[in-house]
């Protein structure tokens, strides 16, 4: 059976998560270390032993995101982090930089290292590279591969494979986002923070509900319409004489029919993105892809979704593993 890899940003998600039926949880520490470091989210040291212990005795794995790229001359924060997750007793840790793995397979060497999206590792020669130099034992793969390229690369390499199965995406090359860090200043992958709340403003006009991110309007929304997340990536803009959303639609990844496809191409896990959603909707979406991905695993058809209402716009994409580019 594949393994259901579920976000946890606040202890009680990772509770839901794991009561819901996840495999394994991921989630991080409050502070710049992790690419999900918004007021509110993430754990204490405290809370990440209690939450660890919590999860453990209940047969799931914990795995702690430390996948930003360290300021020039702090990289102790990051070191400490590191030392903090084992000591905690995590299952795995997930990083990026290089520096930081080789850190950590020198420091930790029985401390198990899994390569973040981050990365952008897209190829057998960059993820031997990582697994022969630092030990990596799983990279999770960008989300610009179509399943076959995903089959092909799992045939030349020897270390296990994390897909996203379901939740938002990043259009952007992976690791690499450039427009938020433009807009606003702050670096998804050095500070933690895509589209701050802090640069969003909402305003009503002329009966749509109209949001900025940094001074730029990125949508206008009518008042009965879902508004879509402020990210630029998916904001409408005029190119070209047209008015549209010019990089991706607002809409979420939602690979779950797919699952029978990725379990042949050789995928060891199935990641869920969400760090910044509820327990609520962390346990709903869980529950629906550990039946799943049971399913998968006893040869029988796939339950049909019910999370149609849970996804951005309450709309869905096979994204890049349909592969149809504009």
Not at 34 to 49: D, M, T, V, W
Not at 192 to 197: E, L, M
Not at 278 to 303: D, I, K, L, N, T
């Amino acid at each position: 059976m594949m393994e259901l890899v579920c976000p946890a940003g606040t202890p009680a998600a990772l509770r839901a998560a794991v009561e819901a039926g996840a495999h394994a949880v991921y989630c991080g520490f409050a502070d710049e270390t992790n690419a999900r470091n918004f007021p509110g989210l993430n754990f204490s040291r405290e809370e990440l032993a209690e939450g660890i212990s919590h999860a453990h005795a209940r047969g799931a794995k914990v795995l702690v995101a430390i996948n930003t790229f360290p300021r020039a001359g702090a990289e102790a924060i990051w070191h400490r982090g590191i030392a903090d997750a084992a000591r905690a007793g995590a299952d795995a840790v997930i990083l990026a930089d290089l520096g930081l793995l080789a850190h950590a397979a020198e420091a930790h060497p029985d401390l198990r290292l899994h390569l973040s999206v981050q990365a952008a590792a897209a190829n057998p020669d960059a993820i031997n590279l990582y697994a022969s130099a630092f030990g990596v034992r799983r990279v999770v793969l960008p989300r610009v591969l179509t399943v076959d390229e995903i089959a092909a690369i799992n045939r030349e390499i020897d270390v296990e494979t994390e897909v996203f199965a379901f939740g938002g995406l990043c259009v952007m090359a992976e690791g690499r986002c450039s427009l938020s860090s433009y807009v606003t200043g702050q670096s998804p992958n050095m500070n933690g923070v895509c589209s701050p709340a802090s640069h969003v403003v909402y305003s009503e006009e002329g009966g749509d509900l109209v949001s900025r991110l940094g001074g730029f309007t990125i949508h206008r929304t009518p008042k009965a319409a879902p508004a879509p997340y402020p990210t630029l990536c998916k904001g409408c803009f005029t190119s070209d004489e047209q008015t549209g959303h010019i990089f991706e639609d607002p809409v979420s990844l939602d690979a779950s029919h797919l699952i029978p496809q990725l379990a042949r191409a050789g995928v060891s896990a199935l990641k869920i993105e969400g760090r910044q959603r509820s327990r609520a909707y962390v346990a709903q979406v869980v529950r629906a892809f550990r039946a799943a991905v049971e399913a998968e695993a006893a040869g029988q058809p796939m339950p049909a979704s019910a999370l149609a209402r849970l996804t951005e716009g309450q709309a869905a994409t096979a994204g890049a593993y349909a592969k149809t580019w504009r």
